[in-house]
């Protein structure tokens, strides 16, 4: 199977966007906040970007460290109610104060929702959490059984992960999603996958595949090879086109002839951009995702507004990016050396949606 | 090139949706928090984002209905129906047993099983042919009568 070519339709219309997306950057207004305020973790997943443990050295952050930047630094100069702001992990329901945490967040205005992989969300502790504030949640929930159990390691964990979106979806007004890992071992079932989504009453669903990060670069067993990679792609375009669920792929990387057919917006990477986040440690980034080194201060030392208008100069103009295989690559412009999450240490690229796709 | 002409000729060519992805969620306004609206001239930045959540705006809070959910299940038979049907031949050696024993072709129990290769036999372990005609018969019109009475009950 050969990959699908972008037509002229479609590339003068993701031209014009990238003229559009300068502007964004140019403006680079603050619209998502992730606070990354544990790594500690309750599973320890075969896939985990970020390579978080059960016990580690790193401390979390105090939560009044974090309301301190909120209220000193950000809050003064933007609009909460246009501001989403995220917990991230590690497993954020390792922490006891999250309510509080949520009640501090929403009384300023901010909306906030949370990642969790639902092994620790009972029903009560999900309604506690409503009740803090809690608007958009999403839950990884990666197949069968059997997938799932061997992916996250521990053999409770699809039938938790199955309660806690079952609780979920009887919430009115909470805004959900679900995602899902497609790893070899799902691929052949993921449209018997849909349909068990479906029938446990699931609306939308959110699908990423493996790049080499964390603890996932080690397990060559999860990751798609390109033939793979385009069989996943069409089943998302030939989905959405059906549409009894809503699903997207992730923002992860530019997909050529798919774009703006397998998720809802054209490719585009934020980190940086609209997109900051405040790590465990005080370290101040792009996305949570982007696990190499891009540090761009940190809260401990640093004023955060300073460093989010003044900074993130490696976020906001790619053009180091035209190296190695991006060097003369003709989609350069549309792609912009792909996600920062893709690039390591040496701001080499790691993985290449669009190669795979050729 | 204004924002706004760039925004209207994506229109045309038909992603407004993947420019501004609330688009499909709003009627191209957002409002700020005083309810103000504010029109747009730059693409929504507000993307799914790989470690992030959906943004709230109710659009997916609505519950499946009992129709669409039992849809999927009845699918999800024919899908596994239609995995049988599409498996392929198995080739090779015996079949294992999972403490890896190999079992035990039919064949080689087949020959160990006595078979009968006289005449039919009635259920009483008389043989047929053995009867006269005039006990067949009789025998038929007891079986028949059985199977009446059978019947009636």
Known sequence: MKGKKIGLRKYVALKLFNSLYDKAIEKHELRTLFWECTLRCNLACRHCGSDCRTDIAEKDMPLADFLRVLDEEI???????????????????VRPD?????????????????????????????????????????????????????????????????????????IEGLTYDVITCVTPQLLPRLEEWKEFLISEGIRSWRIF??????????????????????????????????????????????????EAEVRDHFYMCNAGVSVASIRVNGDISGCTSVRANYTQGNIYRDRFWNVWQHR???????????????????????????GMHLRDDNGELMYCHYNMLK | MKAKLKIALLTLLGFS???????????????????????RDSVDTRIMLMYGVPFPNGSTTAPLSDEETQEAQNRIQE??????????????????????????????????????????LFPDGRAAGALSEEEAAKKVAEMEAKTEAAEQK
């Open chain 1, 312 to 338: 993130f100069e490696k976020f906001r103009n790619r053009e180091w990016t035209r190296c190695g295989e991006c060097k003369d690559c003709r989609v350069w412009d549309l792609c912009r050396g792909g």
């Open chain 2, 17 to 39: 949706t993947a420019a501004c992805c609330t688009t499909k969620k709003t009627s191209g306004k957002e409002s700020d928090s005083e309810g103000k609206q504010i029109e």
């Open chain 2, 79 to 120: 899908i596994r129906t239609e995995e049988m049907a599409e498996a392929p031949e198995i080739v090779g050696g015996p079949a294992l047993f999972p403490d890896g024993s190999q079992a035990v072709p039919l064949k080689d129990e087949a020959e160990n099983i006595k078979v009968n290769k006289g005449p039919a």
């Open chain 1, 75 to 93: 809050t003064p100069n933007i609009d909460p109610s246009r501001v989403l702001i995220i917990f991230s992990g590690g497993e954020v329901l």
């Open chain 1, 209 to 258: 595949s493996i790049f080499p990060a964390g603890r996932a670069s080690k397990d060559g067993s999860l990751h798609l090879d390109a033939e793979q990679f385009r069989t996943l792609m069409e089943f998302v375009r030939h989905t959405r086109r059906e549409g009894r669920i809503e699903l997207n792929y992730a923002c992860e990387g530019f997909l050529g002839g798919y």
């Open chain 1, 98 to 170: 999250l309510e509080e945490a949520g009640r501090e967040v929403t009384r300023r205005g901010y909306m906030w929702g949370m990642v969790t992989n639902g092994m620790a969300l009972t029903r009560e502790r999900l309604y506690s959490l409503v009740n803090a504030g809690l608007r958009s949640i999403s839950i990884s929930f990666d197949g069968f059984e059997n997938i799932h159990n061997h992916i996250r390691g521990n053999r409770l964990s699809f039938e938790r992960a199955r309660t806690a979106i079952r609780n979920i979806i009887d």
